[in-house]
């Protein structure tokens, strides 16, 4: 910034530290209107460092989030975490979503998500989800993930996401969701009233 004597030719590029979803989403929805492509989310560890060529967590662009090209959202039911680090150390940070197979009664992993949660509703969900934790994958539940904690199928949530994708993450089900976003609890609604492995199939052909 001081050696740079920005002109039409050359300009810096603009960036900010970002602490929680709703400022990602605002820098976003920023450089959207700005005519920008997306933005580039780095990690700030010692060790992030550009490695041309190599794809990772520590870089990662962004072109479509908050919006998206969903029209639906989705409500999955809570199989599986992974325990956060950083702050949220000790407490379920990432979890995993499964849609239900209404030919085989069972719960196939559909995403994981983190997005969306603030660190107090985060703190709040991994003490409910407490009660529901089992010592291994419930046989209702089909997932090739390996999360930290199992969870018997019963807490119902609705997310949305920027597009539904092919993957071979989820390979059971063969479609996962591109930018997951946390909306809420779905207290009123039981494991079989979630959205299903056809209506998954339906939203991929028509989004």
Request: net charge negative; hydrophobic share 35%; glycine share 8%.
């Amino acid at each position: 910034e001081e050696i740079i004597d920005e002109k039409d030719e050359l300009r810096l590029v603009k960036s900010v530290l970002i602490n929680s979803t709703e400022e990602l989403l605002s820098f976003f929805n920023t450089a959207r209107k700005e005519g920008n492509e997306g933005i580039m989310a780095k990690s700030i560890q010692e060790n992030s460092i550009y490695q041309a060529g190599n794809r990772g967590f520590s870089w990662l662009k962004l072109k479509s989030l908050e919006g998206g090209k969903l029209k639906d959202s989705v409500d999955l039911v809570l199989v599986g975490a992974f325990y956060g680090k950083g702050r949220r150390t000790g407490v379920l940070g990432t979890y995993i979503g499964a849609v239900y197979d209404q030919k085989t009664g069972k719960f196939v992993a559909f995403t994981r998500f983190f997005s969306g949660l603030t660190d107090e509703l985060s703190e709040s969900l991994s003490r409910e989800m407490d009660r529901f934790k089992v010592e291994k994958k419930p046989n209702t539940v089909i997932c090739e993930d390996t999360p930290d904690i199992w969870f018997k199928p019963e807490v119902v949530i609705e997310i949305t996401g920027d597009e539904l994708t092919k993957s071979d993450k989820f390979a059971s089900l063969g479609y996962s969701m591109r930018f997951p976003v946390f909306q809420r609890i779905r207290p009123e609604k039981g494991p079989k009233d979630i959205t299903t492995v056809q209506e998954i199939k339906e939203l991929y052909e028509t989004q």
